[in-house]
Protein backbone atom coordinates (compact mmCIF):
# COMPACT_ATOMS: atom_id res chain seq x y z
CA UNK A 1 0.00 0.00 0.00
CA UNK A 2 1.63 3.54 -1.03
CA UNK A 3 1.34 5.65 1.98
CA UNK A 4 1.22 8.78 0.42
CA UNK A 5 -2.65 7.81 -1.19
CA UNK A 6 -3.47 6.19 2.26
CA UNK A 7 -6.18 8.87 3.14
CA UNK A 8 -7.94 8.29 -0.52
CA UNK A 9 -8.35 4.82 0.84
CA UNK A 10 -10.27 5.52 4.68
CA UNK A 11 -13.46 5.83 4.56
CA UNK A 12 -15.24 8.73 5.99
CA UNK A 13 -16.01 9.04 10.14
CA UNK A 14 -18.98 9.94 9.74
CA UNK A 15 -21.93 11.57 7.70
CA UNK A 16 -20.42 15.16 8.16
CA UNK A 17 -17.02 13.86 6.84
CA UNK A 18 -18.85 11.79 4.31
CA UNK A 19 -19.95 15.62 2.74
CA UNK A 20 -16.86 17.07 3.14
CA UNK A 21 -15.10 14.45 1.18
CA UNK A 22 -17.46 14.92 -1.66
CA UNK A 23 -16.25 16.57 -4.63
CA UNK A 24 -19.91 17.05 -5.53
CA UNK A 25 -20.61 19.34 -2.37
CA UNK A 26 -17.59 21.75 -2.87
CA UNK A 27 -18.12 25.50 -3.78
CA UNK A 28 -16.31 25.64 -6.96
CA UNK A 29 -17.20 29.02 -7.85
CA UNK A 30 -16.46 30.54 -4.89
CA UNK A 31 -13.08 29.81 -4.31
CA UNK A 32 -11.33 31.08 -0.85
CA UNK A 33 -8.20 33.38 -1.06
CA UNK A 34 -5.55 32.14 1.84
CA UNK A 35 -2.26 33.67 2.92
CA UNK A 36 0.22 30.82 4.31
CA UNK A 37 3.17 32.67 6.15
CA UNK A 38 6.80 31.35 4.71
CA UNK A 39 7.78 30.49 8.09
CA UNK A 40 5.02 30.38 10.54
CA UNK A 41 7.28 29.29 13.64
CA UNK A 42 6.05 27.47 16.77
CA UNK A 43 5.01 27.27 20.37
CA UNK A 44 6.81 25.20 22.42
CA UNK A 45 5.53 24.44 25.86
CA UNK A 46 8.75 24.10 28.01
CA UNK A 47 8.71 23.06 31.97
CA UNK A 48 11.06 24.90 34.16
CA UNK A 49 12.15 22.61 37.22
CA UNK A 50 14.43 24.88 38.65
CA UNK A 51 14.29 28.38 40.36
CA UNK A 52 12.10 29.90 37.99
CA UNK A 53 11.61 33.47 40.18
CA UNK A 54 15.93 33.76 39.14
CA UNK A 55 15.40 33.44 35.88
CA UNK A 56 12.50 36.32 35.41
CA UNK A 57 14.81 38.22 37.45
CA UNK A 58 17.80 37.33 35.39
CA UNK A 59 15.78 37.84 32.15
CA UNK A 60 14.30 41.04 33.37
CA UNK A 61 18.08 42.32 34.27
CA UNK A 62 18.51 42.21 30.18
CA UNK A 63 16.19 43.67 29.20
CA UNK A 64 13.89 40.79 28.10
CA UNK A 65 10.79 38.53 28.41
CA UNK A 66 11.10 35.30 29.93
CA UNK A 67 10.25 33.98 26.67
CA UNK A 68 12.82 36.09 24.74
CA UNK A 69 15.39 35.59 27.16
CA UNK A 70 15.08 31.65 26.54
CA UNK A 71 14.69 31.67 23.06
CA UNK A 72 18.21 33.71 22.27
CA UNK A 73 20.01 30.56 23.39
CA UNK A 74 18.36 28.45 20.83
CA UNK A 75 18.62 30.89 18.43
CA UNK A 76 22.47 31.33 18.50
CA UNK A 77 22.60 27.78 17.95
CA UNK A 78 20.75 28.05 14.56
CA UNK A 79 23.12 30.94 13.83
CA UNK A 80 26.06 29.08 14.46
CA UNK A 81 24.96 25.94 12.81
CA UNK A 82 25.48 23.76 15.80
CA UNK A 83 24.84 20.12 15.42
CA UNK A 84 25.40 17.23 17.67
Do not use: Y
Request: aromatic share 4%; with cysteine; glycine share 4%.
Amino acid sequence: MDPQHDDKLREPLDEEERVLMDPETWDWDTPVEVVVHPNPGAILPIRFTGDVVRLQRLAHAEGMSTHEFNKQPALACLSQDVSR
